[in-house]
């Protein structure tokens, strides 16, 4: 045994990798595998839209609300990447790499003689868990573009303060110019600004000669060409630029300090200190917590395969680099933690003061990107003191987590993008197309709800009016805000991002994907086909919903692969939807048909409200057998027929004997 284990590691130490090969293959092994199942997201779908409907510059004009230069910086990458998916999943996961390669340089530039300590943070740096949205790759490519910009930024300063003559002028302005793009982009990382100071006055300290005041007057002088256009982008800001957006209107920021000081600022104060909290600490276990309870017994299994191949390839490179340092370690382990300490404050500072905070619900974690650099070099402070053999041990419990994070995180995005494609197919399946004026509302099961109406009218106007460069569909939430508004058939207009559109709740088209095994059900009020798997608000809305707005044309409209993906195959609720169409149409001959071919292929449904065109359709034809066959399946179901029955007893008589016939088949005399 001792024979194999001194083998062992001899072929581990003959491993040997450069540190920012080590941070290269765990991004890579960390966020590439899934890229492929990944679609668009949320933010992305107002900006695909109008890229596609409008043209990339109509980018621009969407950010001119709150952040002009993102908008040009957007569109630019919009017309390399148009809407090309995997495009977009390629191009994030490769800037989100190279940021973890510049974080990198920029400790090595730092402590160039600590090779293994800054690999490991870089190495934690990279895949952080605590930021997820990764796969929103449109809506967060100019994030991370924003963060490698700061991260360059403050190593170009430290190679400025290192180099003389021209190189160090060149240095400092290209610093310059990548911190005023870094703030251009996004107005809250200017906390990266605070940083810089400290990392040049240790680089100036770097001369024992030169005095305290010499050393202060010349980190001053280094600082200044960043510190110019800092507060001319801060001037610009303040008292020129206009937010249309409250939450990057500095104005009604104001307004709420003025009105409220004290309890805003005891808050902000709490805020900040929770950020640091949720940064350092609980990004380590809550988001693994959330995002792997729902794995299933083989998922868990392949994350934590994926887990272990990547704390196998940090523990090659740990094998050959593991040696004692040649520094003292108490003022270096002092150091690291000052500086991440300052970086998780420095960069929550801007996010807390302007009323937003770290939240690993929702897209809140974005505040993260920033602190994240600071994270790991307090985890490193923490773990410092150990020997080697427990900094190794607990390295690879972090990276474990880390990995095993994304890998739930993926399986997410992964559902979702799944969740959203059946809808939208379903709906084409369903609607050839639809009723100018009609406006949708859309439902998804949990955890997969839709966050804000341009989810829904984005897609929906890229399918059925792809050439109109206007919302001709619009679309809307349920919420707490929009459900009175829906009840009450209110009619009203919108504007997003200097888009107006008019919503108008008199002619709603209700949609909803009840559950992951159920098809998407389109309601109608005459009919009262809810199935029991409905949520409260969706049952409220189903009577105001009428499938007369949708037409059944000659041109059916069908969503565009490369922005939905393929066609998927044409399983159960395929049939469902060309028989709730057929049903719409009347065509009675049709719908049998298609009954007939879903029970000679076998196929059956989860969800049996879904079997009632195939009932009607064999109850409209006389063939009374299998009509019977299907109600008996039917009513087994007593939440369905419940909710069924009692509309159908509070609507006028039945007018004719088939109707008859299905009302009493199902309900009975109750």
Known sequence: MTDIKNLTIRVLKSVKLNPYLLVFLLGFLA??????????Y?????????GISRGANSIIDLHLVDRPFMGVVYAAVFKLLGSARIGWQIYIVILRICVGLGFLWLLRLIWPKRELETASMATLYVI?????????????????????????SLAFTIKGCQSSGFRKII????????????????EWMIGLEIIRPVIIYWQVCQDEKMDRWRQIRKTFLYWLPNLIPFFTFILWRFFFFKSARAATDLGSLKGLYLSQP???LSKNIIELIKGAIDSIFLAYGVPAYQLTLSLNTREVITGCVFALLGAGIFSLFWVNRAKPTLEKVLPWRKNVAILGILIVLATLFPVVMSNRTVSFQDTFDRYT?????GVVMILWALIDPFQRKTQAAILIILIFISFLTHYGNAQYFKEFWETQRQLWWQLTWRAPDLEEGTTLVANLPSPFQFSEGYEIWGPANLIYRPDSGKVEIPAEIINMETLPR???????????????????????LLLSLPGSQSCLHIFDANRGEISENENAAVRLLANLSSEKRILYTESIFAPQPTIFGKEPDHRWCYYYQRAALARQ????EEVVRLGDLVAEKGFIPSDTSELMPFYEGYAQLGKIDRANEIGSLIRTDENFISLYCLFRKSQPPPLGKIEEYILFNICGNN
């Open 262 to 264: 004290l309890q805003t």
């Open 486 to 508: 829906m009840l009450k058939s209110e009619r009203y207009g919108k504007t997003f991002r200097r888009v107006d559109f008019t919503l108008d709740f008199g002619k709603i």
């Open 128 to 152: 952080y868990p605590g930021f997820l949205q990764l796969p929103q790759a449109s809506s967060y490519q100019v994030h991370f573009l924003a963060v490698l910009c700061g991260t360059l």
């Open 31 to 40: 966020f590439t595998p899934f890229i492929t199942t990944f679609g668009f």
């Open 42 to 50: 949320r933010d992305d779908w107002h900006v695909i839209w109008s």
């Open 369 to 373: 990107l920033l602190p994240m650099a």
């Open 171 to 186: 240095w400092f302005i290209g610093s310059a110019i990548l911190s005023t793009t870094c703030y251009l982009i996004m």
């Open 585 to 588: 149409r009347k065509d009675w």
